[in-house]
């Protein structure tokens, strides 16, 4: 986006600002694809690319689940899947999507209310994946995992993108600031019996350049500001508005990490 280098007067300000929430207000949000932000925020990319070590890793298995796909496109992206792959989604429109993009391929996409059980039988799959989950169920992981399966998966790390959070919400608990820490979810894939073989975090800045992309964002991304709506935060939205124009970019900073575990081989009983 390029900005003006003199401000804009107040009227030429506020119609800047109507058109942009209106936009941002009714474009669809279905789907796990943000194109639409191009141009309008960035996002520093975690350095291990998760896209790609998935698809590497799709290449050279026989079964597979993507475990809370969105619409697909993060599977879909795999230039190989596995002759069995399966992916599961608890939102509707979503489903509708993954199926369309997914099936072709010859994937099938589950309907799940993405709490515990997951609908598949024990030892099913030799990897399982996830990007951004909103909980990861690791006692259903390990049992859905075949003996020497691996989980492999980017999730959100603690804080992320709380200065926007934050903006809107107003400071947050101490118990909110710790939540989603990579060496709970290390503990916790322990605890299911998965040995994790890989574990790392980073921090991303991220870079809103008008108020278009907070709106679009939050009405995406529904977990991080519970119940936002335009019209719910008019003062807040034109505030933000006004910082963005005067002062450049509002910056926030994700956080993300990447766990791989693999469920251990079962050992053989000798007979007697």
């Excluded at 589950?110 to 990007?131: G, I, K, M, Q």
């Excluded at 492999?152 to 947050?172: A, C, D, I, K, W």
């Excluded at 575990?261 to 050992?267: C, D, G, L, M």
């Amino acid at each position: 986006m390029t900005r003006s280098s003199a401000p804009l007067g107040p009227s030429a300000s506020d119609a800047r600002f109507d058109a942009l929430v209106a936009e941002a207000d009714a474009v669809s949000v279905e789907g796990w694809d943000f194109s639409w932000l191009d141009g309008r925020a960035t996002e520093q990319r975690p350095s291990w690319g998760y896209a790609r070590a998935m698809a590497g890793r799709m290449a050279r298995a026989e079964a597979a689940l993507d475990i809370q796909t969105g619409g697909g496109e993060v599977l879909a992206s795999a230039p190989v899947l596995p002759p069995l792959t399966a992916a599961t989604e608890s939102w509707l429109p979503n489903v509708a999507r993954a199926t369309a993009l997914l099936r072709p391929r010859g994937a099938v996409v589950v309907a799940d209310s993405d709490e515990p059980p997951l609908p598949f039988a024990d030892d099913t799959f030799d990897l399982v994946v996830s990007r951004h989950p909103v909980t990861a169920w690791w006692d259903e992981i390990a049992r859905v995992l075949a003996p020497g399966g691996t989980y492999f998966s980017q999730q959100v790390g603690p804080e992320s993108v709380f200065e926007l959070v934050e903006y809107f919400l107003g400071p947050r608990t101490a118990e909110e600031r710790g939540a989603r820490d990579p060496q709970r979810a290390r503990e916790d894939a322990e605890a299911a019996g998965l040995e994790v073989t890989d574990l790392r975090a980073e921090r991303l800045r991220v870079e809103f350049l008008d108020i278009g992309s907070v709106v679009y964002f939050l009405r995406k991304v529904i977990w991080m500001a519970p119940g936002f709506t335009v019209d719910g935060h008019l003062p807040q939205l034109r505030s933000l508005h006004r910082q963005i124009e005067e002062e450049g970019p509002f910056v926030a900073h994700s956080a993300r990490f990447l766990i791989e575990a693999r469920k251990p081989q079962r050992t053989s009983t000798a007979l007697r």
